[in-house]
């Protein structure tokens, strides 16, 4: 039998019709559990000290998502050791050529979350932001002969689902835009960016790395519109636990337009989601507020808090990351710390690389990890 040739979707304009009776407990839920994470995170001592783990965790899960296959620990490790180059000495077989390119896909992704972040300050979701932070999405490694930082001009395939042409885009991507930033179009946050999510992905505007950046602009819309402090709410997590369910869902919407179930969903990821970051918040904090109560005045060292914020920033860390923080003009500086945090219990040996030791802040790590 002849394969059907498929042709490009034509994705209707938003807003879209959607039956509030149907959501309307998903969507209460969502909005407590949402309301709960943001009184958690107004009593927190530094807001970056806190988001830096969580955004990596974020990374590794979008980019799961998409087949990239490297943990957190991995990414982590990669970074403690990047500044000395030391990662570019394990190249030597198509194994560990694989992981590095995983783990630099995961890095990228964090990079362009956290440049759309600061582009925040100074402009809304649109497409300046959009371009700048693909730029950054495929900068380095597998993405980066895919066009990065542009509209896609060329026609794709995903599936058995065909993208609008190209030619549409600029058309579809402006209404995008004005849905996304306009109240009068839809007044419910969450709705407006699990509407926003969906047709992001079904318009496609780039060649590649869509997934993931449609992934990436639902913390910096909650922020935007100050439904929190913070991009910190991340769900890729229930996506990738929930993968063919999140893919069908959004294939029914291109199919049938069945867009209740599809937010029932959204925002059942986005509670469950809410949730779980207010108690690994509260348990961030309670472990911070311990260590510098009992553990730090042991250290019996001026640089014994700061060391401590680093750890908390980057629970995988070397002594020459230790050494920069802290503007140390010796090297048995950072050693000397590594040793007294490694005796109060918070520093565990990783593993060697070369003559570089990497030690985890094994605590914290299993708190966002978990």
């Avoid at 505007?205 to 709410?233: H, S, Y």
Wanted: hydrophobic residues 40%; aromatic residues 8%.
């Amino acid at each position: 039998m002849a394969r059907t040739e498929l042709k490009p979707a034509k994705v209707p304009k938003l807003p879209p019709k959607i039956d509030y009776s149907k959501i309307m407990r998903s969507l209460i839920l969502a909005h407590a559990a949402v309301g709960e994470l943001r009184g958690v995170l107004t009593i927190t001592k530094s807001t970056e000290m806190l988001i830096a783990p969580f955004r990596k965790r974020e990374a590794v899960s979008s980019s799961a998502i998409e087949g990239t296959r490297a943990t957190l620990e991995e990414v982590m490790e990669f970074e403690a050791l990047e500044s000395n180059q030391k990662d570019k000495k394990v190249l030597d077989t198509p194994e560990k050529e694989r992981k590095r390119d995983d783990i630099i896909e995961v890095i990228n992704y964090e990079r362009a979350l956290k440049t759309a972040t600061k582009m925040l300050q100074e402009r809304a979701i649109g497409e300046v932001l959009l371009k700048k932070a693909h730029g950054e999405l495929l900068k380095f490694g597998r993405g980066e002969n895919k066009d990065p930082g542009n509209f896609r001009r060329v026609p794709v395939r995903v599936g058995d689902y065909i993208p609008p042409a190209f030619g549409d885009i600029p058309e579809l991507m402006t209404n995008w835009e004005n849905y996304l930033n306009k109240s009068d179009s839809e007044t419910d946050v969450l709705v407006r960016i699990g509407v926003a999510h969906y047709q992001f992905e079904a318009i496609h505007p780039f060649k590649d790395g869509n997934g993931r950046m449609g992934r990436l602009i639902i913390p910096l819309f909650l922020c935007q519109e100050g439904t929190l402090d913070a991009p910190v709410l991340y769900i890729s997590d229930f996506f990738e636990e929930n993968k063919d369910e999140y893919l069908h869902l959004l294939h029914k919407v291109d199919t049938d337009q069945a867009w209740e179930e599809w937010l029932n969903f959204f925002l059942t990821a986005v509670e469950s989601q809410a949730k779980l970051t207010t108690s690994k918040v509260r348990k961030v904090m309670e472990l911070y507020d311990r260590l510098k109560r009992d553990v730090i005045p042991g250290v019996r060292s001026r640089y014994g808090v700061p060391v401590l914020d680093l750890l908390f920033e980057q629970p995988v860390i070397s002594a020459s990351n230790i050494k920069t923080a802290i503007k140390a003009t010796s090297n048995n500086t950072p050693y000397y710390l590594i040793e007294k945090f490694k005796v109060a219990g918070i520093l565990k040996d990783a593993f060697t690389a070369g003559r570089e030791k990497v030690y985890v802040f094994r605590e914290l790590f299993n708190i966002v990890n978990g």
